[in-house]
C-alpha cells in the first residue's frame, strides 16, 4: 500500500486528516454491515438572469455537506449532515449504521487517494471572470433573439455555473477526489402575433465547461435558434393524432432512447424484476439496427464524470448490440448483489443523497442511413426536432415524450410546423420498429437533467436521424 | 443558532454592506424515510438539513446569496455577498419587500404541526409499511412484487426576518405512506400502480391496511388493457387527474405567467372562462391542509382566494414582485390583486405558487359523472409534460378504464388525450361530491364534455 500523503488527507474545504476519515468508517461499520462510503461535497454556484435586458437576478450561494451510507446485504443506510464537525459527522455515521443488525467485526482499510481521470479541464472557469463580462454573453444572446423576428415578445437568458468540489471515501480504503465543473446556458423567447396568439420556446446549451464554450457556440448562434423555435409554431396546425411514422431529428432525441430503453436498463430495476428488460440478457430486443451505449468518459459533456459518486471509473458500457441485450448499468449495491461488475453508474444528487444506478450520457450509434433518404422514405408522417421531456413506467415499458418542434411529413419532406405534441409508446415495440438510422449522429447540448425517485442529475443524450415504423401521436387533427 | 436569529443575522450583514433592505429566510429540515421491500427494511435514512437564503435590495437592484453554514461569519458573509450582487444587477422598481399594506401577523394555522411528532420512533414506521406491504400482497394473488414501501416523517422549521422589522416563524409536520405494487397477468406482462396516504399529523393517515389494499385494486385493474381506437369522446378525469388538471390552469394564473405574457388566460379576467360548474379555490389558511402556510415565503398576508369563482375568472396569484410588475405593464390584469402567494427556495428569488389548491366539490356522486357516460374514458394517470400554459396546448399520455353504457370496463393504456385547455375549461360537464385533501392539490371526479383520445 502507498505511503498516505500527509495530513490533512482532503483539501482546504474538507480539512480532515486519514484519522477522522478511518475513524468515521469505523462507525459507519460499529454495527456490521458489507461496506460504508462516505460522501463529501462543496458546491459554490453562481446565477445570472437577464429579462428585458435587464440583468434581474444576480445570486451566488455554497452548500456544503457530507453523508455515510451503509451497505448490509440488500440494505441500505443513510444519513447526512452540513455540519461538518467530527462530532455531527459521527453521529451521521451511527445513524446509518443503524440499518445493519449486527457487531463491528468489519475492519476498515486504511485510506489512500486513488487517481482520476481528467475529462474535463475547464480553460476559462466562470466564477472567475468579472460579472460585467459574464453579462456580455447574456446579453449578446438576447440581442440576436430579439433581432430574430419582430413577433419576439420577451426573452429571458440564464446562466448558471457551478463547481462541485467531492471526495468519496470508501470502507475498502479508497479516496477519490473530484473537481466538477457545470456550465449552464438558456435563453427562452416568448412571441407573438395577433390573431395568432403566442407561443414560447427554449434553447439551451453548455457541460462540464468554463465560458470557453461560447468560442465553439456563440450566444448569438443560441438565441437565434430559441427564436425561431418560437416564432415557428406561432399558427402551427393541430397536430394528427393515431399511430404514424415518426422520423427523430438527430441529437436532442435521444431523450427517446433515454426513455425507452435507458431507464429499464438500470440494474436496480432488473436486480429487483421491475423492468421489462429483467432476465433478458441476451436476447433480442431491438432491431438490429440499433447498439445502445452509455458512456460517462465523453469529454467535457454534461453527463461525465471522472469518476462515479461512490469511486469507480466511468467507462463506456454497451447496453445493446446490433439489437441483442448485453448489459445493464450498475452501481456497487446491484453489481454486488448479482455478480456483476460495477460499470460507473453510481451517481447521486449530492451528499443528501444514497447513490443508485443512473445514465451518464447515453447514446445509440450512428447507422447506415442518410437522413435525406430516411426523410424520403415517408409519405405522411411526424418528424420530431426538439422535446421538453419524457416520462417512463418501467415495468411496462411504456413512455411519454413531448415535442416541442414537430413537422408534418407529405411524401417525404417537411411540410408544415404542428403545435406541441405528445408521443406514446411501448419501449420494446418502439425499438424493434427502429427502422433506419442515419450516419449523422450528434450529442445534444447539455442541458438535459433526469429525475429518478427524486434525484436529479445532469445527463447527455445522443441519436443520429431515426426512423420508427410507428409511434401514437397525440394530437387533435385529423 | 436559532433559525431566527440566524435569518437576523444574514439581514444585518446585507444592511451593514450598504444594502436598503433586505430579507432572509432560514430553513430547518428533519426526516425520516424508510422503505420496506418485500417485507424487509431496504433503505433507512436520516436527513437534517438546514440553510439560509438572502435576498438584499439596493433601491431597485436586487441580489440573492445562501449558505448552509449558519455560523455567524457565514451568515454576514453570505448578507454581503447578496449586497454585493445586488450593486451590479439591473434596475427594476418592481423589486423589493412586500408594501406595508401587505404585511399582517402570521396566521395561525390549526392542525399542521403534530405534537407527538418527537416521540415517533422508526420502529412505528417500519410496521406501518410493512402492514401496507402485506396488504397489497394479500389482497389479490396476482400482486407478485412491490417496488417498495415508504414511510416518510418529517419536521420543518421556517423563519423569516426583514430589515423592516417584520419576523415571523413557523413549524410543520408531515407523514406520509405509499404502496407500489407490481401485478402480473397469465401472459407474464407487469402493470404497476400503487396508493398513498399523507397527512401533517401521523393519527389521521389511512389505515395501512387500507393503502396497502387499495394499491393492490388499483394496479389489479390495469390488467388485460388494451388501445382504442382514435376518437373523440367524453372523458372523465379520476380526482388524481383532475388535481393535476387544476393545478395546470393554476399556473395559468400565476403573475409569473402574467407580467410575461406566457399565459391564455392572462386577458380574461372577469371573463367566464369555465363552466359555472367549476370553482377553484387556493387557500393558505385551511386547517390540517398539507399546503397550508401562516405566512407566504417574503411575509405578505396569505389569503384564500378563489381563482375560478363558478366559471367566473375572478383572481390571480401573485407575490409583491409579479403584481408591481403587471399593474405596471398590464394594470388590467393585476386590478384588484394582492400579493400573499410567494413561494421561495434558499438560493432564488420568490415565485409564485399554490398552497392548497381545490377544485370544490359538487353535487354529484362519482358513478354518475361516470354513469352519463355512454362511450367514454376514465382517466386514471396522466403521463408527461405536454401541457403548454402560454398556448393552452394539452396533449398528455394517459392510462384508465373504458367507460361503456355508464360502467368502468376495460383497462386502457398507451394513448393520449388532447385538447384545447380553454375549451376543456368550459367543457366541465359535471363536479363530483368526493373531494379529499390527499395532497395540497386536490379535486373530486370531474367529466369534460369531449377530447380527442388517440390510439390505433
Not at chain 1, 205 to 215: D, K
Not at chain 1, 303 to 311: A, C, I, R, T, Y
Request: hydrophobic content about 40%; proline content about 5%.
Amino acid at each position: 500500500m502507498p505511503e498516505a500523503p500527509p495530513a490533512p488527507l482532503l483539501d482546504a474545504v474538507f480539512p480532515f486528516d486519514r484519522t477522522v476519515l478511518e475513524r468515521l468508517l469505523g462507525e459507519a461499520l460499529s454495527r456490521g454491515g458489507d461496506f460504508a462510503d462516505l460522501y463529501f461535497e462543496h458546491r459554490a454556484e453562481a446565477g445570472l438572469t437577464l429579462e428585458e435586458d435587464l440583468l434581474r437576478e444576480a445570486t451566488a450561494g455554497v452548500v456544503a455537506g457530507m453523508g455515510v451510507r451503509v451497505l448490509s446485504g440488500e440494505r441500505t443506510g443513510y444519513a447526512y449532515t452540513e455540519d461538518l464537525v467530527p462530532e455531527s459527522m459521527a453521529r451521521a455515521a451511527r445513524t446509518a449504521a443503524l440499518v445493519a443488525a449486527g457487531t463491528g467485526e468489519e475492519a476498515v482499510l486504511g485510506v489512500s487517494e486513488k487517481p482520476v481521470k481528467d475529462l474535463y479541464p475547464v480553460r476559462r472557469p466562470a466564477g472567475e471572470v468579472p460579472l460585467a463580462e459574464r453579462v456580455e454573453f447574456l446579453r449578446r444572446a438576447s440581442a440576436a433573439a430579439r433581432s430574430h423576428d419582430a413577433r419576439v415578445a420577451r426573452v429571458i437568458v440564464a446562466l448558471r455555473d457551478e463547481v462541485k468540489t467531492v471526495a468519496v471515501v470508501t470502507s475498502d480504503g479508497g479516496l477519490y477526489r473530484d473537481r466538477q465543473p457545470m456550465l449552464m446556458f438558456r435563453v427562452s423567447v416568448i412571441a407573438e402575433e395577433a390573431g395568432k396568439g403566442r407561443n414560447v420556446a427554449s434553447e439551451g446549451g453548455g457541460g462540464r465547461v468554463g465560458l470557453e464554450y461560447f468560442e465553439g457556440r456563440s450566444p448569438e448562434e443560441i438565441g437565434r435558434e430559441a427564436a425561431r423555435k418560437a416564432v415557428l409554431a406561432l399558427g402551427a396546425a393541430e397536430a394528427p393524432a393515431g399511430p404514424l411514422p415518426v422520423v427523430l431529428g438527430p441529437g436532442w432525441s435521444g431523450i427517446l432512447l433515454h426513455e425507452a430503453v435507458g431507464h429499464p436498463l438500470e440494474a436496480d430495476f432488473n436486480r429487483k424484476g421491475l423492468s421489462r428488460y429483467s432476465r433478458k440478457i441476451g436476447q433480442k430486443v431491438a432491431s438490429p439496427l440499433c447498439t445502445v451505449v452509455d458512456d460517462g468518459t465523453v469529454a467535457s459533456s454534461r453527463g461525465s464524470l471522472n469518476v462515479d459518486d461512490e469511486g469507480n471509473p466511468t467507462a463506456p458500457t454497451t447496453l445493446i448490440r446490433d439489437g441483442v441485450l448485453v448489459g445493464y448499468m450498475q452501481d456497487r449495491l446491484s453489481a454486488r448483489l448479482t455478480g456483476a461488475r460495477a460499470t460507473g453508474n453510481g451517481r447521486r444528487e449530492s451528499y443528501a443523497h444514497p447513490p443508485m444506478p443512473r445514465m451518464t450520457n447515453t447514446y445509440l450509434a450512428a447507422g447506415p442511413h442518410d437522413p435525406e433518404e430516411i426523410l424520403r422514405s415517408v409519405r405522411r408522417g411526424v418528424y420530431a426536432a426538439s422535446f421538453s421531456g419524457g416520462q417512463v413506467d418501467i415495468s411496462k415499458g411504456d413512455f411519454v415524450f413531448s415535442v416541442t418542434e414537430a413537422w408534418l411529413i407529405e411524401d417525404g419532406r417537411k411540410t408544415r410546423p404542428l403545435r406541441g405534441v405528445t408521443l406514446i409508446g411501448n419501449g420494446p415495440d418502439i425499438m424493434n420498429g427502429v427502422e433506419m438510422v442515419g450516419n449523422d449522429f450528434r450529442f445534444s447540448d447539455g442541458v438535459g437533467t433526469c429525475g429518478k425517485n427524486g434525484q436529479m442529475v445532469p445527463v447527455g443524450v445522443g441519436l443520429p436521424t431515426v426512423k420508427i415504423a410507428s409511434i401514437t401521436v397525440g394530437g387533435t387533427g385529423g | 443558532m436559532d433559525l431566527l436569529a440566524a435569518a437576523k443575522e444574514a439581514v444585518a450583514g446585507a444592511t451593514a454592506a450598504g444594502a436598503g433592505s433586505a430579507d432572509a429566510l432560514a430553513l430547518e429540515r428533519r426526516e425520516t424515510s424508510l422503505t420496506i421491500r418485500r417485507g424487509d427494511l431496504e433503505t433507512s435514512q436520516e436527513a437534517e438539513t438546514r440553510g439560509v437564503g438572502v435576498r438584499a435590495f439596493r433601491g431597485g437592484r436586487s441580489g440573492i446569496a445562501y449558505t448552509t453554514d449558519l455560523t455567524p461569519e457565514s451568515l454576514r458573509r453570505a448578507g454581503r455577498q447578496a449586497a454585493d450582487l445586488a450593486a451590479l444587477a439591473g434596475m427594476d422598481p418592481a423589486a423589493g419587500l412586500p408594501d406595508p399594506a401587505f404585511r399582517g401577523a402570521p396566521a395561525a394555522v390549526e392542525g399542521i404541526d403534530d405534537p407527538d411528532y418527537e416521540s415517533v420512533e422508526a420502529s412505528r414506521g417500519i410496521a406501518m409499511a410493512k402492514e401496507g406491504e402485506a396488504a397489497a400482497f394479500a389482497a389479490d394473488r396476482r400482486v407478485v412484487n412491490s417496488e417498495g414501501t415508504q414511510f416518510e416523517a418529517a419536521r420543518q422549521r421556517t423563519a423569516l426576518a426583514a430589515s423592516d422589522g417584520f419576523e415571523a416563524r413557523s413549524q410543520r409536520t408531515r407523514y406520509s405512506l405509499a404502496v407500489m405494487a407490481l401485478a402480473e397477468d397469465e401472459g407474464g406482462a407487469l402493470q404497476r400502480d400503487g396508493w398513498y396516504t399523507c397527512s401533517p399529523i401521523l393519527a389521521r393517515l389511512d389505515p395501512p391496511e387500507a393503502v396497502g389494499r387499495e394499491a393492490a385494486r388499483r394496479c389489479v385493474r390495469r390488467l388485460g388493457w388494451r388501445k382504442v381506437e382514435t376518437r373523440r369522446v367524453p372523458v372523465v378525469f379520476s380526482p388524481e387527474v383532475a388535481a393535476a388538471f387544476a393545478g395546470e390552469v393554476a399556473r395559468a394564473c400565476c403573475g409569473d405567467a402574467l407580467f410575461r405574457g406566457a399565459s391564455f388566460l392572462a386577458d380574461s379576467l372577469g371573463e367566464a372562462v369555465a363552466s359555472p360548474l367549476l370553482t377553484l379555490v387556493d387557500d393558505p389558511l385551511l386547517a390540517g391542509g398539507l399546503g397550508s402556510r401562516p405566512f407566504d415565503a417574503e411575509g405578505a398576508r396569505p389569503a384564500r382566494k378563489a381563482v375560478l369563482d363558478r366559471g367566473i375568472l375572478r383572481s390571480f396569484l401573485f407575490d409583491s414582485f409579479s403584481l408591481r410588475k403587471t399593474a405596471a405593464a398590464f394594470p388590467a390584469r393585476a386590478a384588484g390583486g394582492t400579493p400573499g402567494n410567494a413561494t421561495r427556495g434558499l438560493g432564488g428569488p420568490t415565485a409564485v405558487g399554490t398552497s392548497n389548491l381545490f377544485v370544490e366539490a359538487g353535487a354529484e356522486t362519482p358513478e354518475a359523472v361516470i354513469g352519463a357516460v355512454q362511450d367514454g374514458f376514465y382517466v386514471t394517470e396522466t403521463l408527461g409534460f405536454g401541457v403548454n400554459t402560454a398556448t393552452g396546448d394539452y396533449s398528455k399520455g394517459a392510462a384508465g378504464l373504458w367507460i361503456r353504457d355508464g360502467a368502468l370496463g376495460h383497462a386502457v393504456q398507451e394513448v393520449t388525450i388532447a385538447a384545447d385547455l380553454r375549451a376543456m375549461l368550459r367543457g366541465v360537464a359535471a363536479v363530483g361530491n368526493d373531494l379529499e385533501f390527499r395532497s395540497s392539490v386536490s379535486a373530486p371526479t370531474i367529466r369534460i364534455a369531449e377530447m380527442t383520445v388517440s390510439g390505433n
